[in-house]
């Protein structure tokens, strides 16, 4: 795991760098009752970050059926292009 943009906060699940300056994060966390998504882009030697928080219940099932779609659609495209 990158910790060179901040410490590790629990419930990390992935993180990947955009650019030179700024490393996304994904984690879960709690919040008020609700497990939520935490997507945010941290910058490099700043303390400021921005992101979005989604509700997992509400939104988990639409994003992992939209994400199965596009992925297999990627697939297919991938297989027709090595034929």
């Known amino acids: 795991m990158n910790t060179s943009t901040k410490k590790a906060e629990p419930g990390v699940v992935a993180e990947w760098t955009k650019g ?32 979005i928080s989604l509700g997992l219940a509400k939104h988990a099932t639409k994003i992992a059926k939209r994400a199965l779609k596009e992925a297999e659609a990627t697939i297919t495209r991938e297989d027709h292009h090595h034929e």
């Open 20 to 51: 030179q300056d700024e490393v996304i994060y994904v984690s879960l966390q709690e919040h008020e009752g609700r497990t939520v998504v935490n997507i945010r882009v941290w910058y490099r030697g700043l303390s400021a970050k921005d992101g």
